[in-house]
């Protein structure tokens, strides 16, 4: 049992599926991460975070229909679930509550 | 002659890599994905040699982040938390899932530390603790000393089975650990005889045989087996004493 809350990318990650809805899957999450946060993503870290984010409860799954394009293999789309965004809040309310410490000065 | 974009699907030694190197829950996704977006390189008339370069580098980096994910699920194992308005503490962050791997693992680390603190920091703390009349045979055991305590640490996950399953696995990873340890220590006695300047090293100036080392190897099985029986027993009292903790939300 972990109370660590998600990291940087997984955050991120969650995030994206809250924008894309209900064609969150791999090509998009990835096009989705690499446009916000300009930079290269590796599908490999995607699907990695993903597959986390499924074992923690975060994120429930769903399988669309084979198409020849992807080779007769079927996409897997994903979906934000409760525990992902409460994760989320709490994520939220934690990085608020510790920029509220202080207000950072113009200059030093 | 071949069109420069002829070529239409992915190359067959990457997709072969990334099916053999990706857990079943995700592979076809991923390999799904990469075919896609291959396929919108086609139809963009992208050199097949930048393709097929592409996918390459997709498929290695795709690649290194799932064999380091599969490292950890076999090491640390997954960490899943409670669905509910209260987060609990971390007991523990290690949940040993297979204690066959995680042992051979143990091993490896514990003959590498062993190689390290011969090779490298002996001369040294022997220099500083001869003073105060020890030799390195005194200190020989310190890296394993040290990994068993790190061991105890590890083995806390296993405080929920019963003492008997405990000691089995404990006692277990005690051993092959130590045969690890002996294979180390063997090798370096074996290096060291086939130096030209061992002479005046009088333990290692000839390589030590199995028949001399067997009433030394019962023995040492038989405290290692008596160390697994008190890191069950230690392991046992610690899950008594944990009590859950949590901490509230928001």
Request: with cysteine.
């Amino acid at each position: 049992m972990s109370s660590r809350p998600p990291g940087e990318f997984e955050q991120a990650v969650l995030l994206a599926l809250v924008r894309l809805g209900e064609q969150a899957y791999g090509v998009r999450i990835r096009a989705e991460l690499e446009t916000r946060l300009h930079r290269a993503v590796s599908i490999g870290a995607v699907y990695t975070t993903l597959d986390r984010l499924v074992a923690k409860g975060y994120v429930t799954t769903s399988l669309g229909e084979p198409t020849a394009e992807r080779g007769g293999r079927a996409k897997k789309f994903f979906h934000l679930a409760a525990p992902g965004l409460a994760a989320l809040n709490h994520a939220r309310q934690t990085t608020q509550a510790t920029w509220a410490i202080a207000p950072l000065p113009s200059r030093l | 002659m071949n069109q420069p974009t002829s070529r239409s699907s992915p190359p067959t030694w990457a997709q072969w890599i990334l099916t053999a190197a990706c857990p079943p829950r995700y592979r076809d996704a991923l390999a799904g994905d990469l075919a896609e977006e291959y396929a919108m390189r086609v139809q963009a008339h992208e050199h097949w040699l930048a393709r097929d370069w592409w996918y390459g580098t997709e498929v290695v980096r795709a690649i290194g982040y799932v064999v380091r994910q599969r490292v950890v699920d076999v090491f640390v194992g997954h960490h899943v938390p409670q669905v509910s308005s209260e987060i609990p503490m971390i007991k523990n962050p290690f949940s040993i899932r297979h204690p066959l791997a995680f042992t051979v693992f143990f091993g490896l680390l514990s003959a590498i530390a062993f190689f390290i603190w011969f090779a490298l920091a002996r001369a040294l703390v022997v220099g500083v603790i001869g003073l105060a009349g020890a030799n390195e045979v005194d200190l020989q055991f310190v890296p394993y000393v040290v990994m068993s305590l790190l061991l105890v640490r590890f083995l806390r996950p296993l405080a929920a089975w019963s003492f008997v399953a405990r000691f089995a696995v404990s006692g277990g990873v005690f051993l092959i650990t130590a045969a690890f340890q002996f294979i180390a220590t063997y090798s370096f006695a074996v290096y060291l005889s086939r130096l030209p300047s061992c002479g005046p090293r009088a333990s290692f100036n000839c390589a030590p045989t199995l028949s001399h080392m067997l009433p030394g190897i019962g023995l040492t099985v038989v405290i290692l087996l008596a160390l697994g029986a008190v890191v069950a027993y230690i392991t046992g009292v610690r899950t008594q004493q944990q009590t859950p903790r949590t901490v509230a939300v928001g």
